[in-house]
DNA sequence: AGCACGCCGACT
DNA sequence: GTCGGCGTGCTC
């Protein structure tokens, strides 16, 4: 890891900031022994310190007013060539600044900060006891001493604070925030033995896995509970006996426990967890110990793909299809794809995994000279053990959210002694509250949507913007009282269950119900114990969570996920409701999915009725290619935000302008068009969606734009340009 | 992203 | 005449 040679005294340093380009500074003679690449350090820039990293060195720069690196922040390195040459095709392939980038190689809180502060000087400080000078000053002087911050003394007080800081009463010092170097300390993890040992199938997929032929990457395809975690844990295994080490990701938080447990089981405290439900604390304490080496396996969600693990032997993506590995702020890069290109440049293999692959993935691992090996996991559960699948036409049912057939489904399985689990993926008790009289629907101040209710909270609340107001006695726009809430939420289906079975505890979870720290662990402990007869939840109850005692899944409406306008709405509906019927006795009971839906004829559920993915998929195939969609098609979203209407519209006729030199043959430009939601937090958002049939050629035309665009832009809007979105509303 | 510099309207 | 608006451009 130490350089041979001695460090030159100039580094090429990109600092976190939307800048292009690196920039030189030179490496004091103090710090000659500390500086590699890949060190991350505080660099003075402009009048600030920020964070940078070391991407090169130089020997003889042609640039003047070179300033020193101020500080080194971690001893060792946060990456190395190949992973820099990583980080670049990222910084390419997705438009984002390459310190940018480089930022997610740690938590955020390391980020440094400079805190601009203004103190008295002594000759201030006696200015201020003796009362000398002009009432303003006076003020001015009693102010910083209270420590007022700087942005508020400007706002009050304008240029006369120049003034003030030139006669010499107040002095203005930077403080560096973000330094400290935190202790470390390895995660509770309780061990977990292994299962079983491999069948058959997962032999040959640990064979092919581990066979050695550098850069390779894997499909591990097979239902739920045909043993993909199985055949991830020997992959790992092997890559470690080989000195290696490993990476494992995962969509969502909660389902990192259990392959940690049997992780740490078989190599004990060797193991690293990295996601966002972790304190800031337990991150950066996880961080570290990867840092320093002392964890062979990261298990994480998306971000854990850029912690500073070396010499990584193999990487698994699990869940693949998850649209959880989709950043859809800052850098908005897919952590699949990205371990993909990862796992060749370091030249090792990376497995995906899923029941459900992603319509991209499974094509590339179908076509005859694909560029994805199909690994199947065929010693599945046999149909007969999988829970029965019931489409209910819900066109002209009146009632409650729940059909009759539902709750009769729900009494007889709970008169068993066994649980049932109502899905619906949206949070609240009505998404929309309505005046019978006029019709008014009661929306959002800031952005194009009604409001929803939350009736435990007694508020109504914008799901965008988290705007908050009291439940309303009479319609705003008409003063009549006969208001309604006609949308179902979770929170009205719990009442509603309550409801049909008084005798039986009845439990959700969702965002709402597990923000609390342990709330949702006890939500979880109640299903398990038995405790609760009923769960209600949003997808964060059917991700994941295995209940044993759940024998019905009800998929209280099917048609929240299928009727958004966006090409992948059907994909995204299939994996849910075989990720719920997924959920519905594990263990061999007999079980029932039932899933309400207005439009039963749709193609999604007669695949699902037979968990027939592969049915699925050749449907969904059809339509990409007429279509033209992915995987046909590469697509970007160019959305242009700003409040004021006319300079968004202005921006997005430059930005039409910038997109026709580039957009020769072969694209096609659809838009410009309002978002599905137009106006989020007082913004107006419009978009184009480009579609290329070459990658490289749709990269090279962004590129293009981003610059153009960038150089004529109105200010007060903003460009974010998406890459392969998972969205296009 | 900040922050300074620079050129046009309403005020002591 | 100046204070301050925000458009423009730079930061090693």
Known sequence: ?????????????????????????????????????????????????????????????????????????????????????????????????????????????????????????????????????????????????????????RRRFGGALDGVKESGLITEGAVLKGLKKGRTKPLEISPRPLPHAPNRDQEEAIKAITAGGGFSPFLLYGVTGSGKTLVYLKAIEHALTLGRKALYLMPET????????????????????????????????????????????????????????????????????????????????????????????????????????????????????????????????????????????????????????????????????????????????????????????????NCSVTLTLHKGE??????????????????????????????AGTEKIEQEARDIFPSVKVVRLDRDTARRRNSAKRIIEDVESKKAGVLVGTQMAVKGHDFPG????????????????????????????????????????PSTVVVQTLNPEHYCFASALNHDYEGFFKEEIKIRKEAEYPPFMRLALLRVEGVDRGRVLRAVRLLVDSLKKPCAEETRILGPAPALVERVKGRLRMQILLKCRDAKKLNSILHSVKKEFTRKKPPGVTLVMDVDPVTTV
């Open 254 to 445: 909660a389902l990192t426990e259990v392959p940690a447990q049997y992780l740490s089981q078989r190599f004990p405290s060797r193991v690293a967890v990295m996601h966002s439900a972790l304190t800031g604390r337990e991150r950066e304490s996880q961080w570290r110990r990867i840092l320093k080496g002392d964890a062979d396996i990261v298990v994480g969600a998306r971000s854990a793909l850029f912690s500073p693990l070396r010499d990584i032997g193999i990487i698994i993506v699990d869940e693949e299809h998850d649209q959880s590995y989709k950043s859809e702020t800052g850098v908005r890069y897919n952590a699949r794809d990205c371990a993909l290109m990862l796992g060749k440049i370091l030249d090792i293999p990376v497995v995906l995994g899923s029941a459900t692959p992603s319509v991209e993935t499974f094509h590339n691992a179908m076509k005859s000279k694909g560029t994805i090996a199909p690994l199947y996991l065929r010693s599945r559960p046999k149909l007969t053990d999988m829970p029965a699948v019931e489409v209910l036409d819900m066109k002209g049912s009146k009632g409650g959210a729940l059909s009759e057939r539902l709750v009769s489904l729900t009494k007889e399985t709970l008169d068993r002694g066994e649980q049932a689990l109502l899905f619906l993926n949206r949070r609240g008790f009505s998404n929309f509250v309505l005046c019978r009289d006029c019709g008014h629907a009661i929306r959002c101040l």
């Open 458 to 487: 007694g508020i109504l609340k914008c799901h965008y913007c988290d705007l908050r107001i009291p439940i309303p006695m009479e319609c705003p726009s008409c003063g009549s009282v006969n208001i309604v809430s006609p949308g």
């Open 550 to 589: 759940i024998t019905l899944v009800g998929v209280v409406s099917a048609d929240t996920a299928l009727n958004i306008p966006d090409f992948r709405s059907s994909e995204r509906t299939f994996q849910l409701l075989l990720q719920a019927s997924g959920r519905a006795g594990r263990r061999g009971a």
């Open 1 to 153: 890891m130490r350089q041979i040679q001695p460090t030159p005294p100039y580094a090429s340093v990109s600092v976190n900031l939307p800048v292009e380009g690196a920039f030189t500074y030179e490496v004091p003679e103090n710090l000659r022994d500390s500086i590699f690449l890949g060190t991350r350090l505080a660099v003075p820039f402009g009048k600030r310190t920020v964070t940078g990293y070391v991407v090169g060195f130089e020997k003889k720069p042609d640039i003047k007013n070179i300033k020193p690196i101020t500080e080194v922040l971690d001893e060792l390195p946060l990456f190395d060539e190949k992973k820099l040459k990583f980080f670049q095709w990222m910084s390419s392939y997705y438009l984002a600044p390459l310190g940018e980038v480089l930022s997610l190689t740690h938590p955020a809180a390391l980020k440094v900060k400079t805190l601009r502060r203004l103190r008295l000087t002594d000759k201030g400080k006696a200015a201020l006891e003796g009362g000398a000078g002009d009432g303003r000053t006076l003020e001015i002087l009693k102010a910083v001493r209270e420590g007022v911050a700087p942005s508020s003394l």
